[in-house]
């Protein structure tokens, strides 16, 4: 059973990793708490990603269902930074 790993998410906060979306736009992963990640976007802006969805999106890609980018992460997941959360399990290896 895959499950979603929190430290490894935590981790990346920590490093303040800079990861790209599918279409290459940069952003920063900049604090995770035990409900949410947040990240920083070329703005400035800060928003944050559920944690609750990061791991309905494991939950769904164990069952076979693919998750081939953002709008079917918005579609199967949730509508919560679709691009930034497509990336961020893209970076930790839950995406091919």
């Known amino acids: 059973m895959i499950t979603l790993n929190w430290e490894e998410i935590k981790n ?3 490093r303040k990793t800079t990861l790209l979306t599918k279409t290459r736009v940069p952003f920063q992963v900049v604090a995770a708490s035990e409900e949410t990640i947040t990240v920083r976007v070329r703005s400035g802006e800060e928003h944050t990603i559920s944690r609750v969805n990061l791991e309905k999106a494991v939950h769904i890609l ?3 269902v693919a998750i081939n ?4 992460y918005r579609d199967q997941v949730a509508d919560d930074r679709p691009a930034y959360a497509w990336a961020i399990l893209h ?6």
């Open 12 to 14: 990346l906060a920590d």
């Open 62 to 64: 164990q069952a076979g």
């Open 69 to 72: 980018g953002p709008k079917d």
């Open 91 to 96: 970076e930790l290896g839950y995406l091919k």
